[in-house]
């Protein structure tokens, strides 16, 4: 399997910058990097981006986190590997990410619920870590980037 071409945000000058300033941004706030990280994982299991996936299973990996909550992710709300706090962001997660799967892209229940556990500016990080992990994910399956070829916004 090859790589139709190299990432964008590595081609064009002033991409990765902007992108690693703001995952620096959405990191400031104090968001548990775990949940960030258990976001990035499930929203790349959505979106089917095996490069995604690979790099944030590791990560989280490298976080000490149990493989029951590894592979839990994938079906997160019939295990009981997860706190409500990570359920909400969860949650929030998926029907920002799949936003054309029902009538209201993201139902009050699903909002309530994220803004009954984080407070506005933890919100915030959210919402963009989502769009962030979305972005990431596009950009990825659309130029087929390959799993553990290892470049990491980590390691950047």
């Known amino acids: 399997m090859d790589a139709r071409m190299t990432s964008p945000a590595m081609i064009l000058p002033d991409a990765l910058p902007a992108l690693l300033a703001l995952n620096g941004a959405i990191a400031a706030v104090g968001v548990d990097p775990v949940l960030l990280e258990l976001i990035n994982l499930r929203v790349s299991q959505i979106n089917g981006c095996g490069y995604c996936i690979d790099m944030h299973a590791r990560d989280l990996r490298q976080a000490n986190q149990s493989d029951e909550r590894l592979f839990g992710v994938s079906a997160w709300r019939e295990t009981p ?76």
């Open 81 to 156: 590997y997860f706190t409500d706090t990570e359920r909400a962001a969860l949650a929030l997660a998926e029907s920002a990410t799949r936003l054309s799967d029902r009538a209201e892209a993201v139902p009050d229940d699903v909002w309530d619920d994220a803004a009954d556990h984080f407070n506005e500016p933890q919100l915030a990080a959210l919402i963009m870590a989502i769009g962030m992990i979305n972005l990431w994910n596009r950009l990825n399956v659309t130029t087929r980037q390959v799993a553990g070829t290892g470049w990491s916004a980590r390691s950047a």
